[in-house]
């Protein structure tokens, strides 16, 4: 098992970092109406993920805190997918892009709930 010294190392917020910088970048090209409403949702609550896990892996000594926080992670992760929905649904993005983005969501979905799940593999020290 690696070593674990910092929340950047953890698998699920190096995936969920790079999601949220990819929907930066798809959120560029968005309609300028869109700036105060969809854009800025979905690049919070994308943002919101990767927050949510550092503050997590700050508290993984007391379990119910750290939990917490994962679903809170979790629940930022599913808003995004929301946004998604309605990107697409808009044509913001294509339906490729969409699928992209879901499956890895989908994967950072399934991390966070092992994490939730399981959160004594993290409260000691690595």
Known sequence: MAVIKSFRDLIVYRKAFEM????????????????YSLTDQIRRSSRSVCANLAEAWARKSYPKAFVNRLSDA???????????????RHKYIDN?????????????????????????NFNRDH
Not at 74 to 88: I, N
Not at 99 to 116: A, F, H, P, Q, W
Request: net charge negative; with cysteine; hydrophobic share 40%.
């Open 96 to 120: 490729a892009t969409y699928t992209t983005l879901l499956e890895n969501y989908d994967e950072v979905r399934k991390i966070l709930i092992s994490m939730i799940n399981k959160p004594e």
């Open 20 to 35: 949220a910088c990819k929907i930066y970048g798809i959120t560029s090209s968005f309609p300028k109406e869109e700036k």
């Open 74 to 88: 979790l629940a930022e992760q599913l808003e995004t997918e929301v946004w998604l929905d309605f990107c697409v």
